[in-house]
């Protein structure tokens, strides 16, 4: 199965996740394949990317592959995590890339939908972030894309209750750019990208990176960054670390004791 299709339209790139059978979950052959389509626009010069599920999706992505994630032993989300990778990809990418958002999204789905240049989700769109249900602990750019796509007491409240909001109130945060029809999301982000795509492509490539570098430009003295990083150890070698994988490989609910 091909895990990610393409297909350009003048100087517009789409890219679609075709993992119905695994609600698009972004194991590491699915990032490569996302990867591999930026790489390939990018050599394209194409000047806009869309990056989608099929239509009418119940799930855009379910987010991390917890099937890839070990149960003990070392950081599950390090820097060489597929989901970092993707990321960072989307964020250096010359072209903006437009997430258009049809059916929910999950856990680090969220991240990836977040990092995107602009959103357009349908009105039965939801956002869910999902690593308290599993205790997982979540990176620490990972927490700052949120932030950079949120706000701070809104990744709060997705992170803390891992309950899902809804595409309207996401719009009214500016976590969405815009609310579509389902049936008019499509030409809605194709009419956008080409607006995007008829400009100065040098200008829009050269805004973009410094918008990223400014997004990033956030002071923390070296004993703050070492306690960041050291709080994800309290989560990773607990034992709700591993009640959590193992509870949903095995498709119950987690019991967490704080231990």
């Known amino acids: 199965m091909t895990l990610v299709t393409t297909e350009v339209r003048g100087d517009v790139g789409i890219a679609t996740l075709n993992n119905p059978e695994r609600r698009n ?25 869309v990056l989608r599920a099929a239509a009418g999706s119940k799930v ?23 989901l970092r990778h993707l990321i960072r990809e989307i964020e250096i990418c010359p072209a903006p890339v437009i997430a258009m958002v049809e059916g929910s999204v999950w856990g680090g789905a969220c991240e990836t939908v977040m990092a995107c240049d602009l959103v357009v989700a349908a009105p039965t769109v939801t956002f869910a972030l999902t690593p308290a249900r599993l205790g997982v602990p979540y990176n620490i750019s990972g927490m700052l894309t949120l932030l950079n796509g949120s706000n701070m007491r809104i990744a709060k409240e997705m992170a803390f209750t891992a309950k899902p909001i809804g595409a309207e109130r996401a719009e009214r945060l500016g976590i969405v750019n815009h609310v579509v029809p389902a049936d008019t999301l499509e030409a809605f982000c194709l009419a956008m990208a080409g607006d995007i795509a008829a400009n100065a492509p040098l200008s829009v490539a050269v805004m973009k990176e410094q918008l990223r570098i400014l997004a990033g430009a956030h002071p923390m003295t070296p004993q703050g960054f070492e306690r960041v990083a050291g709080l994800r150890r309290l989560v990773y070698d607990s034992a709700d670390y591993r009640e959590g994988i193992r509870a949903f490989k095995e498709k119950r609910e987690p019991v967490f004791r704080g231990e």
Do not use: K, Y
């Open 25 to 49: 979950v972004l194991s590491q052959p699915m990032v490569q394949a996302i990867v591999a389509a930026l790489h390939d626009f990018a050599r394209q010069r194409l000047r806009v990317v």
């Open 60 to 82: 855009w992505s379910a987010g991390h592959d917890v099937h890839e994630l070990p149960e003990q032993g070392r950081d599950p989300l390090g820097w060489d995590d597929p």
